[in-house]
C-alpha cells in the first residue's frame, strides 16, 4: 500500500496534462453507478475484486449505506498506467441534485449509466442535457445486461433488439436536447454536427455493456478481436459491422439486411450468444463442471467451488471491467484538449469570450500562473468554521502546500483577498493521501482559511473570477429547527452555518420571531439534514412540521371590456400631501420564464454589480420579447398596446422585485418623472421618497393580498404620483401607502394560488395498479400518462402533484400496495390552480349543482386557510355552526 501511495504523489505532481482525466459517474437513481465504481476502485487493490459491486466503497455515510442510495459526491484518484485518472462518484436522487452539478464541473467526461430493463427515466435526461450543455465527453454504459437472459430469458436476438433500441432512444433523447439548446442559443452552429460527435455507436467506442454486480464489460472491440483471429479476417474489417443489420454467410463474407433476410446479426453470434451460455451455466443452471470447462475453452482457471462465484470469477478474469471503461476513457479528450470544445471553455469562463483566464485554462500548463476553482467544501474533524476543506480542481500551473493564493473578485471590484494553503491531499474515496504538490489538471482535496463553493484563487490578484452557474435543486420543504436546552442554540445556529457552507441544495435563514429555518430541496434531503445535525453533535432537536411555499398571482380575464379594463386602476390619497395612482397587469407566462432564467443577473443588477454588456443585452431580450408576448395577453391593460410604448416602458423600468420575488416589475408610467434608469447611469437623478415608493413596491411582492406569499408575475405601473416634499410626515406613511394600494389594485383583478409541483412517476405491478390511482387521487394528482414497460411488464405511471400533498406519500403508497409499487418525485415547475379562492356559487345553475355554501371542496381556499392559520391571520371559518342545535348540558332521565 505504501508503494501505491508513493505512486499516487508521484503522479499528482508529475503527470503531463494528457495522460491526466477527469472522469464522473451519472446516472438515474438505482441504476448501478456505486456498484460500478467498485469495480474501477478494485483495479487498484483498494478493496478485493470478489467484493467489488457488493461493498459499495464510495457510500461512506451511515444512511448511505442503509437506503442503499448515494446522497453526497466522493472522489478517488486512479493509477493505471499511463493514466491518472480522477474519478467522482455522484448521487442519482433528484434531491442531490447540487452534489451532480459538483461532480460534472470537477470532470471533463461523464459515464452515463443506463439500466438496461428500466431504460431512459426522467432523472436521465436531465443529466443529458447538463452534460451537453457543459460541453462534456459522453460514454454510454448499458448496466445490468445479465438481467436480459436470468430475469427476462431473453434469446439473443430478443437481447439485441432491446439493445439496440435502447441506443436509439438515448440518441432520440441528445437529438431533442440539442435542438432545444440550439434554439436557445445559436453559437451551437450546424446541429447535424453537433449531432455526429454525441450521438452513440457502439462501434465507434463510445459504448459500454455490462453487469455492475458481476463486475464485468465489454466493448465491441473485444469479441472483434476474438472474432478476427478466429475467422482471419482484418480487426478494422469486423468492427463497423458488429453492431447493427450486418450478418456473415458461409464463406465469411459481412453482408447486410440481416432482419429482412432473417439471419442472426453479427452481434447476436458473436457476442451473445457465447455470453448466454456462460449465464446460463453460472446462474440459471448452477452446472460448475461445465463452466470449468468453457473457461478453460477461454485459458483460464477456475478456483470457486460455487456456480456463481465461479461464473464472477471467469468474468472478471475474461471481461474485466476496469479494462473496458479505461480503453474508453483513455480515447476521450484529456484535461487540456477538453478546453478545445468552444462551449466547455465558454461554460467556464460565463460564455465571456474576452475573459482573461481563457489562454491559462486552454493551456494547462503545470510552469504557468496557479488557477484553482473551488467546488465543494467538505467536513472536516474539526467541526469549525476556522479551517476549511474543499475539493477543487487545478486548471493551471502547479499548487504547492503552503503557497499564497487570492481570492478573485468580480469584475470591477477592488477588494483583494488572499488566503494560505495549509494542506493539500488526494481524495481515496473514504480517506485522504496527504501530498506537498499538484499538477495542473488535477482534482484534489485542499485545506485553507477562505475557502467558499465557486470561488477562483489565483497565484495573482488582477484578474476576474471564473464564473460557472451551479444548479441545485429547487429549495421546496422549509422547517423551524430549535434545540430542547435554550443554551445550546448558539451552537446550532453555528453548526446550521457550517452545513449551509457543505450543502448547496440547503438554505438556512433566521425568521422575523427569531427562529431558525431550513429549507431543503426536499422529504429525503430533510431527513439527511437533520442527520448531518445529530452527526455534528446535535441530538435532542424540535423540529417543526414542514411547510411549502406558495405565490400568489394575478390573471388575465378573456370576458372583461375595454372600459372595464381602464376602471380598473386605482388611486390613494393622503391629505394634499399625497396621491399614488396605478394599476396591475399579469406579465404573462413567457415573461415570467425569461426573468426566471436571468435570476443571478437580476440579482446582481439590484447591487449594482452587473457587467454593462450583459446589462445591454438583457435590456435587448427583455425588450423583445416583451413586445412579442404582452400585446397578445387578451383581458389585460396590455393587450393591443402599440409597440413603442411597450419599448419606452421597458426602458423606463422603475425596479425589479425583491430577492425572493424578482418575477415583479415597477413600470414608471409617470409623463412628468424622468428618474434615473435602472440600466444605465443618467443625469435625471432621482425624486425625494422614490426608495420609499420603490420599498412599498417590495413589500407587496413579499406579501400578496390573499395570505401574504410572495407574489408571482405581476407589473405594478405607477400612472400618477405627486408628493408634498415639504411635508415631513408622509415620509413615515409612504411606504405603507403604496402596499396598500397595490394590493387593492391587485384584488380588482383574479388573484390566484401559485403551487409548487412534483413529477411523480409510479412504478407498479398490474394488480397493484387501481390502488395506485386511489392513492394519487388522494394526494389530488393529475395523472398525465400511463404505460407499460415491454421488458419488464410494469406499469409506469405519470402524473403532476403538489408539492405540499406529497408528504410521506412514498410509505403510503408501500403500505397500500404492499410494496409492489415505488414512486420517484422530482421538481416540475410552479402551476397556477386554477380555482378562485373565493368562489361562491351566484347563478342558479351553480346554486342547484353545488349548493347554496358551494358544497364541493375548493382546494384553493383549503390551501389559502392553512397557510392563513399557520401565520396567524385571521380566516371566514365559523367557529359555531348550526348554532341553535348545540347543547350544553347533559339531562339524565
Excluded at 203 to 231: Q, R
Excluded at 296 to 319: I, P, Q, V, Y
Excluded at 498 to 505: R, V
Excluded at 591 to 603: M, R, S, T, Y
Amino acid at each position: 500500500m505504501e508503494s501505491l501511495e508513493t505512486a499516487l504523489k508521484l503522479a499528482a505532481a508529475s503527470k503531463p496534462a494528457e495522460h491526466i482525466r477527469n472522469v464522473c459517474l451519472v446516472a438515474h437513481v438505482d441504476h448501478g453507478k456505486t456498484s460500478f465504481a467498485d469495480s474501477l476502485v478494485s483495479a487498484n487493490a483498494v478493496i478485493s475484486s470478489r467484493m467489488a459491486g457488493k461493498l459499495r466503497y464510495m457510500d461512506s455515510r451511515e444512511d448511505e449505506q442503509t437506503r442503499g442510495i448515494t446522497m453526497k459526491s466522493s472522489g478517488i484518484s486512479l493509477l493505471c498506467e499511463p493514466l491518472l485518472i480522477n474519478l467522482i462518484d455522484s448521487p442519482g436522487h433528484v434531491d442531490f441534485s447540487g452534489e451532480v452539478t459538483s461532480a460534472l464541473i470537477l470532470s471533463d467526461i461523464a459515464l452515463l449509466l443506463v439500466d438496461v430493463i428500466e431504460g431512459i427515466c426522467s432523472q436521465t435526461e436531465a443529466l443529458i442535457r447538463q452534460v451537453i450543455r457543459n460541453g462534456q465527453v459522453m460514454i454510454l454504459v448499458i448496466n445490468k445486461i445479465d438481467r436480459l437472459r436470468v430475469e427476462l430469458k431473453m434469446s439473443s436476438s430478443e437481447a439485441y433488439q432491446h439493445m439496440a433500441r435502447l441506443i436509439e432512444g438515448v440518441n432520440s433523447c441528445i437529438s431533442q436536447v440539442l435542438g432545444g439548446i440550439v434554439l436557445e442559443d445559436d453559437t451551437w452552429g450546424n446541429i447535424e454536427e453537433a449531432e455526429e460527435k454525441l450521438h452513440f455507436d457502439p462501434a465507434k467506442g463510445n459504448v459500454i455493456f455490462s453487469s455492475a454486480l458481476h463486475s464485468y464489460a465489454f466493448g465491441c472491440e473485444d469479441f472483434a478481436t476474438l472474432a478476427a483471429e478466429k475467422m482471419k479476417v482484418e480487426k478494422s474489417i469486423l468492427l463497423p459491422a458488429m453492431f447493427g443489420d450486418f450478418w456473415i454467410d458461409s464463406t465469411g463474407t459481412i453482408r447486410d439486411s440481416a432482419a429482412a433476410k432473417n439471419k442472426a446479426t453479427m452481434f447476436e453470434r458473436i457476442v451473445l450468444e457465447p455470453l448466454w451460455k456462460l449465464h446460463d451455466l453460472g446462474l440459471v443452471d448452477n452446472d460448475v463442471t461445465l463452466l470449468s470447462e468453457a473457461a478453460k475453452k477461454l485459458g483460464f482457471t477456475l478456483k470457486s467451488r460455487r456456480a456463481n462465484e465461479a461464473f464472477d470469477e471467469l468474468m472478471r478474469s475474461w471481461l474485466p471491467l476496469p479494462k473496458a471503461s479505461f480503453r474508453a476513457v483513455a480515447r476521450a479528450p484529456n484535461v487540456r484538449s477538453t478546453f478545445e470544445t468552444q462551449h466547455r471553455l465558454d461554460h467556464l469562463t460565463g460564455h465571456r469570450l474576452d475573459h482573461p483566464l481563457r489562454p491559462f485554462v486552454l493551456g494547462c500548463d503545470s510552469t504557468r500562473m496557479t488557477i484553482v476553482f473551488v467546488v465543494k467544501l467538505l467536513q472536516t474533524e474539526d467541526k469549525s468554521l476556522n479551517s476549511r476543506r474543499a475539493i477543487c480542481r487545478i486548471l493551471s500551473g502547479t499548487l504547492r502546500k503552503g503557497d499564497k493564493l487570492f481570492v478573485l473578485q468580480q469584475h470591477g471590484s477592488s477588494e483583494v483577498t488572499s488566503t494560505k494553503i495549509d494542506g493539500i491531499s488526494i481524495l481515496r474515496g473514504r480517506d485522504t493521501i496527504p501530498t506537498d504538490t499538484v499538477t495542473s489538471g488535477m482534482v484534489c482535496a485542499i485545506d485553507a482559511e477562505i475557502l467558499l463553493q465557486n470561488t477562483t484563487l489565483c497565484s495573482e490578484s488582477d484578474y476576474p473570477c471564473l464564473k460557472i452557474g451551479s444548479q441545485t435543486g429547487e429549495a421546496l420543504v422549509r422547517v423551524s429547527v430549535s434545540t430542547q436546552q435554550l443554551d445550546d442554540m448558539v451552537e446550532l445556529r453555528e453548526k446550521l452555518k457550517l452545513l449551509a457552507l457543505l450543502d448547496t441544495s440547503l438554505k438556512v435563514m433566521e425568521l422575523e420571531n427569531g427562529e431558525l429555518a431550513m429549507v431543503t430541496a426536499g422529504e429525503v434531503h430533510l431527513q439527511k439534514c437533520i442527520k448531518d445535525l445529530n452527526d455534528l453533535g446535535l441530538v435532542d432537536l424540535d423540529v417543526s412540521e414542514p411547510i411549502v411555499p406558495f405565490m400568489e398571482t394575478v390573471m388575465e380575464d378573456v370576458n372583461l371590456s375595454a372600459p372595464q379594463i381602464t376602471e380598473q386602476e386605482t388611486d390613494c390619497r393622503i391629505r394634499d400631501a399625497l396621491h399614488i395612482k396605478l394599476r396591475i397587469a399579469p406579465l404573462g407566462s413567457t415573461v415570467i420564464e425569461f426573468l426566471g432564467k436571468n435570476a443571478i443577473l437580476l440579482f446582481a443588477i439590484r447591487r449594482g454589480e452587473a457587467d454593462q454588456t450583459e446589462v445591454d443585452d438583457f435590456q435587448r431580450k427583455l425588450t423583445l420579447v416583451c413586445t412579442e408576448s404582452l400585446p397578445t395577453l387578451k383581458g389585460t391593460w396590455w393587450y393591443r398596446k402599440p409597440k413603442d410604448l411597450i419599448e419606452t416602458m421597458i426602458e423606463r423600468i422603475w425596479a425589479f422585485g425583491p430577492d425572493r420575488a424578482r418575477s415583479n416589475i415597477l413600470f414608471n408610467n409617470v409623463e412628468s418623472y424622468d428618474r434615473d434608469l435602472i440600466w444605465r447611469k443618467t443625469e435625471f437623478g432621482v425624486r425625494r421618497y422614490d426608495q420609499a415608493l420603490v420599498g412599498g413596491f417590495e413589500l407587496f411582492c413579499n406579501s400578496g393580498p390573499l395570505c401574504n406569499e410572495i407574489m408571482h408575475g405581476v407589473a405594478v405601473i405607477v400612472e400618477e404620483w405627486t408628493v408634498d416634499e415639504e411635508d415631513g410626515a408622509i415620509g413615515g406613511q409612504m411606504m405603507s401607502a403604496m402596499k396598500a394600494t397595490c394590493s387593492a389594485a391587485a384584488k380588482k383583478l383574479a388573484l390566484r394560488l401559485v403551487a409548487a409541483m412534483y413529477k411523480c412517476t409510479v412504478t407498479t405491478a398490474s394488480q397493484a395498479l387501481g390502488k395506485v390511482h386511489a392513492v394519487l387521487s388522494q394526494r389530488k394528482s393529475k395523472v398525465l400518462s400511463e404505460d407499460i414497460n415491454e421488458a419488464t411488464n410494469l406499469f409506469e405511471v405519470v402524473s403532476l402533484m403538489p408539492v405540499v400533498e406529497s408528504f410521506s406519500f412514498c410509505d403510503q403508497l408501500r403500505k397500500f400496495t404492499s410494496g409492489m409499487a415505488s414512486a420517484q418525485l422530482q421538481f416540475s415547475h410552479w402551476q397556477v390552480i386554477d380555482e378562485d379562492p373565493y368562489w361562491t356559487p351566484t347563478t342558479l345553475e351553480e346554486v342547484e349543482e353545488f349548493g347554496l355554501k358551494g358544497d364541493s371542496p375548493n382546494h384553493a381556499r383549503g390551501y389559502m386557510d392553512a397557510v392563513k392559520r399557520r401565520k396567524g391571520l385571521p380566516t371566514e371559518d365559523l367557529i359555531v355552526e348550526s348554532a341553535e342545535k348545540q347543547r350544553n348540558l347533559k339531562k339524565n332521565k
